[in-house]
């Protein structure tokens, strides 16, 4: 994949090698995300020239759907809030 550096994938069928594209660009997208940083733009079709007998194609990626399913990072926040909804929640026993 041309615009995700070191993002590789393969299939047995050109429908499992597109489904397994859209997995590990997703999984590559949300590692960057939650490094903080932004994806690349995608290139023009025109600049990527694909190898002899191969073609370009271009894969749609539901980036918020993907890190529900498996975005792992959490972020530790340390907050103040008031102290009444501190007892409150303290009182509740689940």
């Known amino acids: 994949?041309?615009?995700l550096p070191g993002c590789v994938s393969g299939g047995e069928s050109l429908a499992d090698a597109?489904?397994?594209?859209?997995?590990?660009?997703s999984g590559w997208i949300l590692d960057e995300l939650e490094d903080g940083n932004a994806p690349p733009k995608a290139s023009p079709l025109e600049n990527i020239i694909p190898e002899l007998g191969g073609f370009v194609n271009m894969l749609v990626l539901?980036?918020?759907?993907y890190a529900k399913k498996y975005g792992e990072r959490a972020v530790r926040k340390n907050l103040t809030i008031p102290a009444?909804?501190?007892t409150f929640a303290e009182k509740k026993s689940y």
């Open 1 to 3: 994949m041309p615009d």
């Open 18 to 25: 597109i489904l397994m594209a859209t997995d590990a660009a």
């Open 62 to 65: 539901d980036m918020d759907s």
């Open 84 to 86: 009444w909804l501190n």
